[in-house]
């Protein structure tokens, strides 16, 4: 008697859990057909950072508490670099292409406060000009000029070179103000020589008083 009833209950326990085995299965079956795809992580965009400007170099248009001199043009040529943004870094100056040995001239008549040598620059001149105006001219052939001489506009002061890391023969010229930099196209007469061929300098200029 006891045989039977634990024969009847066995075979009860065994039809309950396979009529739940089916639908366990069922809800797993479509839990794993409806369950989301492992999404792969967003791709890091990478910002491109471009650099600010030096402090030393500004970009806007100059606004002086002091008149600045009648500026010349130091050489007669095409502009191969202009001011400002370029692709490895900055430029505080333009590049005017010229034949080797062409005469440079005095932009505005000042002192002469600087010829010698730089690595970058190559030989070059610095000259003080009123009201607290500085030009540079780099990269020369040759300087004609020495300390302390006293120059007036339009007077040869150097030769066109390609000393100092640059890579074809041209004027670096630079004008600045209680030592910062500014575009020298804002400031010199027209007709601007507007044509960019490529830039001739190998690296970017960085201050002369270091």
Known sequence: ???RRLAALLFTLIVFLASMAAPLAEAHRRGAKGAPRSKK??????????????????MAVPDFSELPPMFAWPVDGQLSSKFGRRRMGWHQGIDIMADLGTPVW??????VVLSG????????LKIEHANGFTTIY????????????????GQPIASVGRTGRATAHHVHFEIRQ????????????LPPRATLIEETEEEDHEDTDD
Do not use: Q
């Open 1 to 3: 008697m006891r045989g």
């Open 41 to 58: 992580p967003p791709a890091v965009r990478r910002v491109m950072r471009v650099s600010s400007p030096p402090r030393t170099l500004v």
């Open 106 to 111: 005095a932009a505005a008549s000042g002192t």
């Open 117 to 124: 040598y730089e690595t970058r620059y190559g030989r070059l």
């Open 138 to 153: 780099a990269h020369n052939d040759e300087n004609l000029v020495e300390v302390g001489d006293r120059v007036v506009i």
């Open 178 to 189: 209680a030592g910062l930099a500014y575009n020298p196209l804002y400031m010199l007469p």
